[in-house]
């Protein structure tokens, strides 16, 4: 049977997006239902997939074949025809993969016009404006989309006609003005593609069905799918659609609208329109629409349609919908739904409100949030009363909500270059378009002059999770001599401004932030995420406001303390260098003596912050070295206040010297030679336990490769206990990170003697992958765009590596302790994708940062939710043992016995 690579509307449903795209496949669910979508067809992503195939970039003559069959059941449907010179028939191009990715790929509308048929439609509508301006509109877009001339190139001639006639906007030249504008434009195809604009329909159709085949492959489309992790995806789909037109006069018109609020949630339709337009007018922010209430007071009759779609889609899909429509002469098409975009707040409210509205369960909920999502809701917004004694320069849309600090750029890829060098930036604009992607993206946030909520600079600020100002009609921008006015007050490059996305408010210079608060919806967010959750989620903190922070965000304790980030303060440096510099054990354990009171102070301070939870402390773990100065004149201020000579420091130094430091002596070998410093960390640590009743110690040996070295450093911990007489009066346990490979390799020997591991994946990744996690930077983005790694190994966990020797060292060690604690620390553990495997190996906790901690939480909760662990009493082995099928889970064999 021949396969099949076009279908209509008619035959398609919602399930088969991955085939027809996302568009694709909600135009044909509406179709189904009964909504009024203007009829067309769509070419799959396996299309798109064969249009690629070896490297020929061309639509396969079968499918050419198989697309006019669906041409021509169009024409039967319409009683029009494709290049008929009377009525002919006009078509709309457009992208549609599985994952929606707005402005990122091509669109060509009005196709099948051309100098003959304009005529015809002319004739047909009696309006002649229409005519020329949906021709000189297709020639524009064909003419960028297709051909592949920079837009500039025909708003230069527009704005040329414009000026001769004296008019301020498009709507304005007449319909001998727009043949004027016409004639230009395909003068300036000739001039700069050394071609002429096509006058064939079907050769247009081609040419822009394979211009939306390889947008799937241009810089923005690919830069998109890089920066919002879209990988497996086959293409794209295209759908060919019947036109409609919203530039017929006053009774046509278009719009986008969301049947909530994409940036704060609320349960109100949301949207924009204008009325004698089309499409790209809505979102390209030249002209600045109307809220979508108007329309009630323009047309009521069409309003409440519109609004009983809006209601009908989303408790069809029961999402928040993102719809495009159009008005043709006082009917209404609908031209698109998809799940909408939104910003992480409005997700959190929308996921809780549909559950209480009976929309949505509790695990759907939790899944409409995506955990990275939270990241745009755990950093810094106004302060409010620092805000209340400033005075805005002008407000434009809050087209995406929080706040943005920095200095002024114009252009996108200064902005990335800026960022890049560690420069906090806002992007500038008039208006912005894909082509800005790079630059939004290193922007802390975004300012345009022109553009409404649904602009492109909007949607995509909101995709980001960037602060961004739209429509800020007040600010005057010069891009070309990189000049922003407000009232006569003139701010250039490198000036700093303020932007407030919640309330639209432009500062001047840098108004202070203050730290979010996690409350409402997103406490009860994070309340069902803890309920569905399998594994406990602690942080990695080394200072009692770190820790304060985390319990804050839900942290369930200390999952790694680098005790050793308490050593650089000024009061105690001094002390760990004399430690250092000291010839004997004697003078080393007098040095400690003074850093033992600063350690068990913090330590204190910490352990009061946890009331009770527990705490991973890992003991001294860098190289030496790192503690003395490097510069000839530090070395001199160092010496002399250590009292010791320049040139005893300068032997220290040189002693210290090592050639892979990250491989030599430090973690648990600095313990082995010199015990001394882990029985003074142990004192500390005991010490502070002791004043704070409830404390949990679990102490840390790091970097152990031979069970030999842990015992060495376990007996001393043992010893300072039982001095202290804290073996029975502290709640503490002792353990070990496994960061060298061998200690994975070997972990049932470890198993016997640890009451718990936890896994450091930044050097377990740098041991096993054979890259230094310093230098590796230099390659390894090439080698995840080449596809050798699918992610950055120190970012995201290497499972076919790093986490085979994670699987093995939890089965091996559970099989003789089955009772050993398990976990991870290091910003593997809040990162979405590693948690998920964290669950589904069977460990007990992930650690992360303070402000990774919610989205830890609702990765794991998601986690549990795809995955979840088997509940029968026996896995079906035989045997009678009652197993914990969650250190079972994805476990060769099925049984843990």
């Known amino acids: 049977m021949t396969k099949k690579f076009v279908y209509s509307f008619k035959e398609g449903e919602a399930k088969m997006k991955e085939l027809l795209g996302g568009k694709g496949a909600n135009l044909a669910e509406m179709t189904k239902i009964g909504i009024p979508v203007p009829p067309g067809f769509t070419l799959t992503t396996e299309a798109c997939q064969d249009f690629y195939n070896d490297g020929q970039n061309k639509i396969s003559d079968a499918i050419i074949e198989e697309y006019r069959l669906h041409i021509k059941d169009l024409e039967e449907m319409m009683g029009k025809k494709l290049g008929d010179n009377d009525d002919p028939l006009l078509l709309s191009v457009r992208s549609g993969a599985a994952v929606s990715m707005p402005g990122m790929m091509d669109t060509v509308l009005n196709l099948g016009l051309n100098d003959d048929s304009v005529k015809g439609i002319i004739s047909k509508t009696g309006n002649e404006r229409f005519g020329y301006d949906s021709y000189r509109r297709f020639i524009q877009m064909f003419g960028n989309v297709v051909m592949d001339i920079e837009g500039s190139v025909f708003e230069k001639e527009l704005e040329i006609v414009k000026e001769e006639k004296g008019v301020e906007i498009d709507t304005d030249l007449t319909a001998s003005d727009l043949q004027v504008v016409i004639e230009k ?146 009917k209404l098409w609908m031209l698109q739904t998809r799940g909408g975009k939104r910003t992480a707040a409005a997700a959190v409210t929308m996921a809780v409100e549909m559950f209480n509205e009976g929309l949505i369960d509790k ?55 800026r960022n890049e060098a560690g420069e906090k930036v806002i992007l500038v604009r008039n208006e912005t378009s894909p082509e800005d992607l790079i630059g939004m993206n290193a922007s802390q946030g975004i300012l ?74 997103f406490g009860t967010l994070m309340e069902w995420a803890d309920e569905r959750k399998e594994m406990i989620v602690k942080t990695n903190a080394d200072t009692p406001h770190d820790t304060a922070t985390a319990i804050k965000f839900g942290a369930e304790g200390i999952g790694l303390c680098r005790t050793e980030h308490m050593f650089f303060e000024a009061s105690r440096i ?19 003596a003074k850093i033992e009171p600063f350690q068990q102070e913090d330590f204190e301070g910490m352990f009061k912050e946890l009331a009770g939870k527990p705490m991973i402390i890992r003991l001294l ?61 142990a004192r500390a640590i005991f010490k502070a336990a002791l ?49 060298v490979p061998r200690a994975a390799l ?53 499972q076919e590596g790093v986490g085979k020797l994670m699987e093995h060292c939890i089965i091996t060690s559970r099989e003789v302790n089955p009772d050993i604690h398990i976990g991870i620390c290091g910003e593997h553990g809040g990162d979405p994708e590693s948690v998920e495997f964290c669950h589904c190996i069977g460990l007990d906790e992930v650690s992360c940062s303070p402000y990774r901690v919610p989205i830890a939480r609702l990765a794991a909760a998601h986690a549990a939710i795809k995955y979840p662990y088997e509940e029968e009493e026996n896995c079906g082995c035989g045997c009678d043992e009652e197993h914990d099928h969650k250190h079972d889970h994805k476990q060769e064999g099925g049984c843990c016995c």
């Open 574 to 592: 001094k002390a760990v260098r004399e430690m250092i510099v000291a010839k004997d054990t004697e003078n080393r354990k007098i040095a400690l």
């Open 448 to 521: 345009t002059a022109r553009g409404g909520m649904t602009s492109h600079a909007a949607v995509v600020a909101r995709g980001m999770g960037k602060c961004c100002v739209a429509g800020c009609s007040t600010a005057k921008i010069n891009e070309s001599e990189g000049t922003l006015t407000f009232g006569g007050k003139v701010y250039k490059e490198g000036d700093y401004i303020t932007l407030n996305g919640s309330n639209g408010n432009v500062y001047e210079g840098s108004v202070p932030v203050s730290e979010p608060e996690l409350s409402g919806d």
């Open 621 to 681: 773990d860098p190289p030496l070295h790192e503690f003395l100065p490097q510069a000839e004149k530090d070395i001199e201020g160092v010496a002399a206040e250590i009292n010791v000579t320049v040139k005893e420091l300068k032997e220290t130094i040189e002693s210290l010297h090592e050639f892979n430091p990250m491989l030599g002596f430090r973690g648990c070998r600095l313990g082995v030679v010199y015990p001394e410093i882990s029985a003074m960390q």
């Open 185 to 330: 434009y395909k003068v300036a195809i000739q001039k700069v593609a050394g071609k002429l604009f096509p006058q064939d329909p079907f050769e247009q159709l081609k040419m822009s069905i394979e211009a939306v085949f390889g947008s799937w492959n241009n810089d923005r489309a690919i830069l998109y799918r890089k920066l919002n992790s879209l990988k497996g995806l086959a293409g794209t789909a295209v759908n060919v659609q019947v036109m409609v037109f919203g530039n017929k006069g006053d009774t046509s018109g278009t719009g986008v609208c969301f049947t909530r609020n994409p940036s704060t949630g609320e349960n109100k339709f949301y949207g924009e329109y204008l009325m004698n337009a089309q499409g790209e007018d809505v979102v390209a922010g030249i002209r600045t629409p109307l809220e979508i209430v108007t329309l009630k007071d323009q047309n009521e009759a069409i309003y409440n349609e519109l609004v009983s779609y809006r209601d009908g889609l989303e408790k069809h899909y029961t999402d928040m919908q993102d719809m495009e429509f159009t008005i043709e002469e006082g």
């Open 746 to 798: 070997t972990a049932d020997e470890f198993a016997t003697e640890c009451d718990f591991l936890s896994f450091g994946t930044n050097d377990l990744t740098q041991m096993t992958c054979g890259f230094s996690r310093d230098d590796a930077g230099s390659f390894l983005g090439k080698y995840v765009d080449l596809g050798i790694y699918e992610n950055d190994p120190f970012q995201t966990i290497d």
């Open 363 to 417: 695990d759907t909920a939790l899944l409409r949030v995506e955990p990275a999502q939270l990241d745009q809701l755990l950093h810094p917004h106004l302060d409010p009363k620092a805000e209340k004694e400033v005075t805005a320069l002008g407000t434009g849309l809050p087209a995406s909500p929080g706040a943005a600090v920095g200095t002024i750029v114009f252009d996108a890829h200064l902005a990335h270059d």
């Open 691 to 739: 004043n704070v009743k409830g404390s949990k110690p679990w102490i840390e040996v790091p970097l152990t490769g031979k069970v030999e070295e842990y015992m060495i450093i376990k007996k001393i911990i043992e010893n300072v206990a039982e001095e202290l007489d804290a073996t029975d009066k502290v709640d503490f346990k002792i353990g070990t990170m496994i960061e």
